[in-house]
């Protein structure tokens, strides 16, 4: 059963940068995995952020980037906010019988 | 553009519910719709997936052999069923429509509730 692992929890202080990852259990993520991350704060429904490794939609905020590091996809929050606090979930494409299979969720306090 | 997520259900262990995801204001045939689910106080886990145009479906394995997605084109609606409920099954049930890569729109979410 592939594995998708992703930090449980970082803290970063308003106006720093922080670096979540998400890393495969089958070997290096690459862009055919289709690197999906969302955002989801409590009691909201999940908002998606980045998608295809570091496309945005329109409503993703500039500090909010995707890109792959060290064989991982990686989410950079840059020049934190307050209202960034929230759990990061990233959802990667594999094809095959289970095609997606998507990471624990990190939880970025911002303190 | 939307999804909109059929309401609360409450449901005794053993049964099954049938969650409706209908879409509105784009071509239902040129998506796939995600289900991805939410127990109290635990993180997002992710179900399967729907090929809006052909009912292909993948499904996690979690939940292989126990969860049904099907489509109705007629009416641009998503339905997951999911069958020999358990307490475990209490959640948020959410429906997303991804195309290529690109998830962007999300369901409201909907309640399901096991409980004798």
């Known amino acids: 059963q592939t594995v998708v692992t992703q930090e449980p929890s970082l803290t970063v202080s308003p106006g720093g940068t922080v670096t979540l990852t998400c890393a495969s259990s089958t070997g290096a993520v690459t862009s055919g995995c289709w690197p999906i991350w969302f955002q989801q704060k409590p009691g909201q429904a999940p908002r998606s952020l980045i998608y295809r490794t570091s496309d945005k939609h329109s409503w993703t905020p500039a500090r909010f980037s995707g890109s792959l590091l060290g064989g991982k996809a990686a989410l950079t929050l840059s020049a934190v906010q307050p209202e960034d606090e929230a759990e990061y979930y990233c959802l990667l494409y594999y094809g095959g019988v289970q095609p997606w299979v998507l990471g624990g969720g990190t939880k970025v306090t911002v303190l | 553009v939307q999804l909109v997520q059929s309401g609360a259900e409450v449901k005794k262990p053993g049964a099954a519910v049938k969650v409706s995801c209908k879409a509105s204001?784009?071509?239902?045939?040129?998506?796939?719709v995600h289900w991805v689910r939410q127990a109290p106080g635990q993180g997002l886990e992710w179900m399967g997936i729907i090929n809006c145009n052909g009912g292909n479906v993948g499904y996690g394995q979690n939940f292989q052999g126990r969860v049904t997605m099907t489509r109705d084109t007629s009416t641009s609606t998503v339905y997951m069923e999911l069958s020999s409920l358990r307490s475990e099954d209490t959640a948020i049930y959410y429906c997303?429509?991804?195309?290529?890569?690109?998830?962007?729109?999300w369901g409201q979410g909907t309640t399901v509730t096991v409980s004798s």
């Open positions: 204001g784009y071509t239902f045939t040129n998506y796939h």
């Open positions: 997303a429509r991804e195309n290529l890569g690109c998830v962007d729109v």
